[in-house]
Structures are given as structure tokens and as C-alpha cells.
């Protein structure tokens, strides 16, 4: 089953706000560490302008946007993980998305206060009963033209008071237990959300983007919300 989110129309508008440097300038750099094989570098490239870099060397301070895709928060480099919650707070950008080594699951309470979810177990990659997914901000331009898939394994978390929340699932069937097993629960699932850290912001989702290879608009979606993080960036090279 598939849900259309909004029209094509606005897809347009949120590539116009892409980072593009100007002539003379270095390209902005996109750092994606893990299992980030669902950005398309050209097609980033072509949209944004932005270079797209998987050198876990790369200081932070040379980074514009951080994707961190299903990687251990243990496995990233220590300036990384030391450094993660300043870079936000100065103005960076972070996405991250979700998977077996993610949230909680990846051991992301170390930085719990920047995440737009609250992390309610250590093992929090489970199974949901599949639903469409609902918009809750229709008009985010980070949704603009997508059709999404129903959503089944998802990060099972809180939405953290002071975010918002993007896109959602309905919950159903029987609670899901603490060790990680079966079913969803009667709640809703946060599967998209967004939070501002000092002066940076924040973009998670609770799913792993690499399950939705098949996904028409899977692409898009990527370019819409490097586009918005980018924007918004105040880091990385002539920011």
C-alpha cells in the first residue's frame, strides 16, 4: 500500500533552496558514515551542489551536514563521538537514520538530548504491524512529491518533547516486548522528526532508508532533506 504525501509541485522549491556554492567556492561537503548507500552522490551533487564525503577523518568543522546511517555510535571516530553534540549546538546539521545499529539499539544515549526521539530501550529495533504512514506536517518541504511504502520495522521510540514530528505510524496488534520481539503496540510510532539543537537542527528517522530501495520516491525524498539540512547548515566551508 502506498500513501501519497503531497504533489510534485513543491519538490521544485525545496531544491531551489539547495546550498549550491558559488563560483569560486568550495562545494559544501555531506559526511555519510555507515551503511549509507541510499545517497546517490551525483544526483546530491546535481541537486545541492554539495560534495558528498564517507572520510570518517573529515573534522567536523569542514562539514556542513553529518548522515549517520545505521552505524554504532561506538564504531564512529572519537572526535565524532565527543565532538557530535557541540557540532549540533554550533549550527550543524545531522541526520540520522534508523536500523539494528541505530538509536537505541546502536548505543546513541550518550548524545540523547540531541536526538528528536526519546530512546526507551537498548533494543528498540523491532517489528510493527504495517500501516500507512500519516503526514503530520503535509506541507514539509522534505516531503514534497514523495509517495511513501508502508513502514514495518522501525527504532520503537518516543517523540522527544520540543520536536516535530514529520511523519507517524499507527500502532496495532499486541505490545511489543522489552526484548525486541513481535507485534506494536496500540501507540503511535514517531517515524520522522525534527529538532533544533542551539543552532543546529536535527533530523531523525526511525527506519532504515536502505529497506526502501523499491521505493519510487525514495531518491527524492534523500535530495529534499539534504536540500532542507543544508540550508539551514552554518558549518563546513564558507559557512
Request: zero cysteines; a neutral charge.
Amino acid at each position: 500500500m502506498r500513501m501519497p504525501i503531497v504533489s510534485l509541485a513543491g519538490a521544485v522549491l525545496i531544491l531551489g533552496w539547495a546550498a549550491v556554492a558559488p563560483a569560486g567556492q568550495a562545494s559544501p561537503v555531506i559526511l555519510a558514515l555507515g551503511s549509507a548507500s541510499f545517497v546517490d552522490a551525483a544526483s546530491v551533487r546535481q541537486a545541492t551542489g554539495a560534495e558528498v564525503s564517507q572520510n570518517p577523518g573529515l573534522p567536523l568543522k569542514d562539514v556542513a551536514v553529518l548522515v549517520l546511517a545505521n552505524i554504532p555510535f561506538g564504531s564512529l571516530p572519537q572526535p565524532i563521538r565527543d565532538g557530535l553534540a557541540d557540532y549540533v549546538a554550533s549550527g550543524g546539521a545531522l541526520l540520522i537514520t534508523g536500523g539494528a545499529q541505530s538509536f537505541g539499539s546502536g548505543g546513541y544515549q550518550a548524545v540523547a538530548p540531541i536526538l528528536p526521539f526519546q530512546l526507551r530501550s537498548e533494543k528498540d529495533w523491532r517489528f510493527i504491524s504495517f500501516r500507512p504512514p500519516v503526514p503530520l506536517q503535509p506541507g514539509h518541504p522534505i516531503l514534497a512529491g514523495v509517495t511513501f511504502l508502508t513502514v514495518g520495522t522501525v527504532n520503537d521510540m518516543n517523540p522527544r518533547p520540543g520536536a516535530t514530528e514529520i511523519l507517524q505510524s499507527p500502532g496495532g496488534g499486541r505490545a511489543a516486548t522489552q526484548d525486541g520481539g513481535g507485534g506494536g503496540g496500540s501507540f503511535l510510532y514517531p517515524l520522522i522528526a525534527e529538532l533544533a539543537v542551539g543552532a543546529g537542527r536535527v533530523i531523525g528517522i526511525a527506519f532504515d532508508l536502505n529497506e526502501f530501495a523499491g521505493m519510487r520516491d525514495r531518491d527524492l525524498f534523500v535530495r529534499n532533506v539534504l536540500a532542507y539540512l543544508l540550508a539551514g547548515s552554518r558549518t563546513g566551508v564558507g559557512r
